[in-house]
């Protein structure tokens, strides 16, 4: 859920940071199953449930992913170790080039100074490509390869095997699995011609691609809805049963709070449909709420599941009346400065897996007072380029671990430049002036959201 936050107490610097999922831009096909690939020596094979390390002899309970595993922090491992996807193995080597690291298999990572198993996608075998946490990891799919997203979408694999991206066949035409793969092709039978053009009811003509004019029978609606322009659909609620509403024509289904949603399972009045704080896991209908302005703190929010939760500001395409604005969700704990996010799997409505592996996550702030981890990105600091942070977003895209994307902006809050990648702090003025974590030449720069409201966070500058 990006806050959308705008960022300093000066109107001066804007935040381009939050954590939550939305749409990238380029859909990935999430319902079917990635393309299978060598075992994953990052991921920890699927350890004993547990809620606590006194059910772990020998080895830690990881609270994000109830498993017993190796460790959650270096403290956990030797001396001579890191804590890496709860795994402990040896600390890196120190490096300025690559010709110290060869003989490990390994390259040097320049900005870290330390031998790493890749810094591009090149250094990593035929069939992987390289993750953010500098670690060959299998493709989720293969380049190239193609299948049919919905009735008329074409899912293509990106060039690096990491995810699909889906694009609408031609209007005429609909997608058919073929022995490659899959393709867009002309409609056959009358059910094929129909939905090629989106057509689900009365007598429709057409011409498709091919410039074959055509008369079918596209079926008849059912449920009390009507056919208009050859869609089954609704114009009001009133058309619909009672646990139903009409959304964009279609009657879906309304859940409760706390229950699983979706496109079509919409949420009742006053909430929104939504994940926690941090990536990953399903949605659910959750309290929509007011996050404030300048004048007004935010609205306070009750417990879920027993736990303290917090009005984090939607981002401006999300706000509509039914939600005020903001999601009240659960208030994390992670610190910005010491950065203790665990690990997230990829793709985080999914166990920790060869194609799901676990990847660096990064804390940031996501309300006034709250903060949250996210997947981190491999933008380092002063790399520009940086976006909306989004849980499926391109980690080229995103700041790396410990950084915020910021931007400057006027006094009317109009951005004046390019979005940055800057160090987080935690002691910004006007709350006690630089920070210990900020170089001697910089100070640590107060935040402020979009709402006006100021964060206890703020970045080096």
């Known amino acids: 859920m990006p806050p959308d936050a705008s960022l300093t107490p000066d109107a001066s610097v804007v935040s381009d940071a939050g954590p939550g999922p ?6 990935q096909d999430a319902g079917s199953a990635p393309d299978a690939g060598t075992p994953d020596a990052g991921a920890p094979d699927a350890g004993t449930a547990c809620q606590s390390s006194r059910q772990c002899p020998g080895q830690v309970c990881a609270p994000d992913l109830q498993v017993c595993v190796d460790c959650n922090a270096d403290v956990d491992c030797n001396a001579d170790q890191t804590c890496k996807g709860h795994t402990c193995k040896a600390k890196p080597a120190p490096c300025q080039s690559s010709r110290q690291c060869s003989a490990n298999g390994q390259v040097c990572d320049a900005a870290a100074g330390v031998c790493v198993d890749c810094v591009a996608d090149a250094d990593c075998p035929t069939g ?13 799919c293969h380049p190239g390869a193609q299948k049919c997203a919905d009735g ?14 889906t694009s609408a066949c031609d209007t005429g035409k609909f997608c058919v699995a073929t022995s490659t793969g899959a393709e867009c092709a002309c409609a056959s039978s009358s059910s094929d011609f129909c939905s090629a053009f989106g057509k689900t009811c ?30 089954c659909g609704c114009v009001h609620d009133s058309d619909c049963p009672a646990s139903q509403s009409c959304s964009a024509g279609a009657c879906v289904a309304l859940v409760a709070e706390g229950q699983s949603c979706d496109d079509t399972h919409l949420c009742a009045a006053d909430h929104v449909c939504e994940t926690t704080v941090t990536c990953g896991g399903s949605k659910t209908c959750v309290p929509g709420c007011n996050p404030g302005s300048s004048t007004t703190g935010p609205q306070a929010c009750a417990n879920i599941g027993g736990q303290p939760a917090v009005c984090v500001a939607l981002p401006r395409a999300q706000v509509t009346t039914a939600n ?7 208030k994390s704990q992670c610190s910005v400065v010491n950065q203790d996010c665990a690990g997230m799997a990829r793709d985080g ?5 060869p194609t799901n592996p676990l990847v660096s996550a990064t804390c940031i702030p996501v309300a006034p007072n709250a903060t949250g981890c996210v997947i981190a990105g491999s933008i380092a600091v002063g790399g520009t380029g940086c976006a909306d942070y989004v849980c499926t977003a391109d980690p080229a895209t995103i700041c790396a671990k410990g950084l915020l994307c910021i931007t400057s ?20 003025s006007p709350f006690g002036g630089t920070s210990l974590q900020c170089p001697s030449a910089q100070t640590c720069v107060g935040l402020q959201g979009s709402n006006g409201l100021a964060l206890t966070t703020g970045v080096c500058l």
Not at 324 to 330: A, E
């Open 349 to 353: 409505s999914l166990p920790p897996s």
């Open 128 to 140: 992987s490509f390289c993750e953010t946490d500098r670690t060959c990891h299998p493709w989720i």
């Open 152 to 165: 008329r979408g074409l899912a293509t694999c990106d060039h690096r095997g990491v995810s699909y991206v």
């Open 324 to 330: 005020h604005g903001g999601v009240c969700t659960v």
């Open 202 to 231: 009365g007598t429709f003509t057409g011409t498709d691609v091919c410039g074959t004019t055509r008369t079918v029978e596209c079926g008849t609606c059912t449920g009390g809805l009507s056919c208009t322009a050859n869609v």
């Open 22 to 27: 939305t749409d990238a831009g380029a859909s």
């Open 409 to 428: 902006v006027d006094s009317s809050g109009n951005p004046t430049g390019a979005a940055s990648c800057a160090k987080q702090c935690d002691n910004p």
